[in-house]
């Protein structure tokens, strides 16, 4: 009965947005109607309103969307959506200062004389409102008006003109910032979750552990990561059409001739196009830039983006020539100090404070910020005298964010429902059951959503389709793909809906202000091509996801917040760079520890000598580990060839049980509702399906070959191998420079030592002679400065214990005599080693941890360097097959 339920809510879904009927009301309307006909069936014919749900009851399932919604808000972590009006605001405001009209009139000025230079115009054009608007129907309206007429007027092909202006005003759908990309990201990070728990799960029926390792494990997403990782799929789309436009125009000239620019390509020329590019290309600069760098969160940059909107709007839309750039020229100067002052001055205002230290930054900081303030209250006013425009861009960007947030809503209750008749497990099982694994799964869903595309929004398709389909194929361990490249693969798919006929929105929108002379059919025909050019930029980036994933991971591993190089899912990328260091120029590490294994070691205590004895020992041993962790790698990957056909055999004939026994479990608590004596009969039915399910299931259990436990061994202790060469290797290499790194920290803190001499022989009269309190405070002083100095633990220990002794009710100055005396002979005898040790021997200590930093001390380092960063980015950016440990 699921089912029937399941295919009732498609139903209603499918009438009630096929009707016209509003979407944010079809979703939820269609998850109520549903729920409640489950919930009266079941109580009418069973007797409980739970019988003809998956599991749960109508409450959990009817709660369950909001809940998962209110998540978004009350979770400190989730606070993606937040950016949505920010951004909305920012590209309805920029519509209005009519930022497009002048960006096409200058550019195809300058791309005119090029072969299909209109057409590149508009392309380029569309980048640039797509990086700064986003607002696809502004975008087509604005092109379709200015650059259509003009395009047909100089003998453009029809097709390729309505085409070239219909594509290129969906690029805002890919090239960030994106609502698309943001509303991706949040779903993508509930669907990392459940994705995370589907795979420990698949990790512990495969291995029988109860733990899974977090390299193993599903990352999630941001919408920052979003929009790093669209920046180069959308600038290789965006180039794939200048392509083709130019390709086009040289092998049809008449169709897509150059237009020459009839006036004079002098200064004012160039002036003009200086001042309509700068303005967009510095707040695209302010709002991805910011993020890139990692100096603001998305939510911060779409603030930055909506300000700047309107401070342009501010100077664009006024009438007067007096003033108009002043509230642009604040806001400049005032980012300009705020620049000057952070980079210049101590900005830390409790610092400051404490220490007593100089003020001028911050109240250099405090007027910047007051000149901000005053562009932007000043451009508020100048933008809502002129045609009411600041309420009216209020009161669109209020509708809009609404109807996506209401979207959002219904989308949740809707798949909250799909989940309540066991649809998710439903579309789980067909996918899993498709013949080519990963590949074969990923490209129905591609196909579904983009044949979807046809009939729905993008947003519908993004809220509905991704939370089913999403944690599927994240789960996946063969393909280890990661959220941002599924969210990109989606985003460039669902682009697709916007030229896709019937219900192409971009082709709704340039048929209202293309001329009667151009033909709706030429307009179908025009989008066809680039159509097939989206499905090209698809096929590109999925064949190529290091152009998704490595932008992410640079900034990610670049920033002030970039994980350690201890982090383990960095290990393997990390050995890999290590192992290209010791290949490259291993002689000059070796070189470097045989030059630290001369030094002499004898006028050290022989603790200090034994650990860093032990240390040049462990740097040659991390050398030979390395080695047979890459010999191990070499006999796993020898092995898999034969191995992993084996695996995939087992695990499907084991999968194949288990939905045996998955659905013997679920007939069996059908059976506990069946619990009346009409309900007899139906009972021994299903008991006697049960009794098939699992004798079906242990004749599949038996055709597993018998030579696969011997198999699955001998590869587990390859793996095992491998491992074990690896720990070692991370074992040896940690103490190759740890103990090396602690001694120099001491001897570094040889002035800090030396500085307590005199304070510590003038202790011994106080401990003498001196009024109890007074000598315990003095010694508890003492014993505290010494803690404060590296390799001083045996001064600080005998000092500590004399305190002891001198406490109220415990005084015994003969005992603290004696605790003094030996915290006079451990820094004695530490000063006479420590001034030994700062001559050949530290600066010999010094060049070996230098020497072995950037290869098998890597790992001790406090972060990453560039060359390393920069490296693992690469690495991490190819996605590797974890299957092998399934």
Not at 286 to 311: C, D, E, K, R, Y
Not at 331 to 354: D, H, P, R
Not at 484 to 506: D, E, K, R, Y
């Amino acid at each position: 009965m699921e089912l029937f339920f399941l295919a009732v809510l498609v139903i209603i879904m499918a009438t009630s947005l096929g009707s016209g009927f509003p979407v944010a009301f079809a979703l939820p309307g269609s998850a109520i109607i549903a729920i409640a006909l489950a919930a009266g069936s079941g109580y009418i014919f069973t007797g409980s309103v739970d019988a003809y749900f998956h599991s749960g009851g109508p409450s959990q399932w009817l709660t369950a969307g909001v809940t998962n919604l209110r998540g978004v808000y009350w979770e400190v972590e989730r606070d993606t959506l937040i950016a949505i009006p920010l951004f909305i605001f920012m590209g309805i405001m920029l519509q209005r200062s009519k930022i497009a009209e002048d960006l096409l009139v200058t550019m195809a000025r300058l791309f005119g004389p090029v072969p299909g230079g209109l057409g590149i115009s508009v392309v380029f054009v569309g980048a640039l409102l797509a990086a700064t608007t986003g607002i696809v129907g502004a975008t087509v309206v604005a092109m379709g008006l200015i650059s259509l007429p003009a395009m047909l007027r100089n003998n453009y092909s029809q097709s390729l003109a309505t085409g070239t202006i219909a594509a290129s005003g969906t690029l805002g759908q890919i090239i960030p910032p994106s609502i698309v990309l943001i509303i991706l990201a949040d779903q993508l990070a509930s669907a990392s979750d459940q994705a995370s728990s589907l795979r420990k799960a698949l990790h512990k029926e495969a291995t029988g552990e109860l733990s899974m390792p977090s390299v193993f494990d599903v990352a999630s997403t941001s919408a920052g990561e979003m929009f790093l990782g669209a920046f180069v799929p959308g600038i290789v789309l965006v180039l794939i059409y200048m392509t083709y436009i130019l390709i086009f125009a040289m092998l049809r000239p008449k169709s897509a001739p150059a237009v020459h620019y009839e006036g004079n390509w002098d200064s004012q020329f160039w002036g003009n196009v200086v001042l309509t590019l700068v303005p967009p290309l510095a707040l695209i600069f302010l709002v991805l830039g910011s993020i890139i760098s990692g100096i603001a969160t998305v939510n911060q940059a779409g603030a930055i983006g909506a300000a700047g909107a309107m401070i342009m709007a501010g100077y664009r839309l006024s009438d007067s020539e007096r003033g108009t750039y002043y509230p642009a020229i604040l806001g400049i100067l005032g980012l300009t100090l705020i620049g000057i002052a952070l980079g210049n001055f101590n900005m830390n205002v409790k610092s400051i404070v404490v220490t007593g230290g100089d003020m001028t930054g911050i109240w250099l900081g405090v007027f910047a910020v007051l000149l901000v303030l005053v562009s932007l209250v000043w451009s508020g006013i100048r933008v809502l005298k002129i045609d009411n425009t600041l309420h009216e861009v209020m009161i669109e960007t209020a509708k809009t964010t609404s109807l996506v947030f209401i979207i959002l809503l219904g989308a949740a209750m809707l798949t909250a429902a799909f989940r309540a008749f066991g649809g998710e497990e439903l579309v789980r099982d067909f996918l899993n059951s498709l013949p080519g694994g990963f590949w074969t799964q990923f490209i129905i869903v591609m196909a579904v959503i983009f044949v979807l595309g046809f009939f729905l929004d993008f947003i519908e398709i993004a809220v509905v389709v991704v939370p089913i389909v999403a944690p599927i194929l994240l789960a996946d361990p063969s393909a280890n793909i990661t959220a941002v490249w599924l969210g990109v693969m989606i985003g460039l798919n669902i682009q697709t809906s916007f030229l896709t006929p019937p219900f192409g929105f971009a082709l709704f929108y340039l048929r209202g202000v293309a001329p009667a002379v151009v033909k709706t059919v030429q307009i179908y025909k025009g989008v066809i091509a680039f159509i097939c050019l989206q499905l090209l930029a698809l096929g590109i980036v999925g064949w190529y996801p290091q152009l998704v994933n490595y932008l992410p991971n640079r900034v990610s591993l670049l920033g002030e917040t970039a994980p350690p190089p201890r982090n383990p899912k960095l290990q393997l990328c990390l050995e890999d760079y290590v192992n290209q260091q010791l290949t490259g120029d291993s002689a000059s590490v070796t070189a470097v520890i045989a030059t630290a294994r001369a030094l002499d070691l004898s006028g050290l205590p022989k603790s200090v000598g034994k650990d860093l004895g032990n240390a040049f020992d462990d740097a040659d041993s991390a050398i030979a580990a390395l080695k047979e962790a890459f010999v191990a790698n070499d006999a796993v990957k020898a092995a898999t060839a034969e191995y992993r056909p084996q695996l995939q055999l087992v695990r499907e004939i084991q999968k194949q049980a288990r939905k045996r026994a998955e659905e013997a479990e679920k007939l069996r608590k059908q059976m506990n509702f069946l619990n009346s004596e009409e309900s007899a009969g139906r009972r021994a039915e299903l008991q006697l399906r049960i009794d098939e399910l699992h004798a079906e299931h242990d004749g599949i259990a038996a055709t597993i070959p018998d030579s696969w436990e011997s198999t699955y061994k001998a590869f587990n202790a390859l793996v095992n191998a491998e491992n074990k060469a690896r720990n070692t290797y991370r074992r040896l290499a940690d103490g190759s420079y740890e103990s090396a790194s602690d001694f120099l920290t001491v001897i570094n803190a040889n002035a800090g030592f030396f500085a307590l001499e005199d304070d510590l022989a003038a202790l011994g009269d106080i401990i003498a002679t001196g009024e109890r309190q007074a000598a315990e405070d003095a010694v508890d002083a003492l014993s505290k400065a010494f803690g404060d100095v590296e390799g001083s633990d045996e001064v600080r220990s005998a000092l500590t214990k004399a305190e002891r002794s001198l406490r109220d009710g415990k005084e015994d100055r003969e005992k603290a005599a004696e605790d003094y005396a030996k915290a006079v002979a451990a820094f004695n005898e530490q000063t006479g080693w420590r001034r030994a040790a700062e001559g050949d021997l530290k600066a010999g200590v010094t060049a070996y941890v230098a020497g072995i930093s950037d290869s098998i001390g890597a790992r001790q380092q406090p972060k990453l360097s560039r060359d390393q960063a920069l490296f693992i980015a690469a690495c991490d950016a190819s996605p590797r097959d974890l299957s092998l440990n399934f």
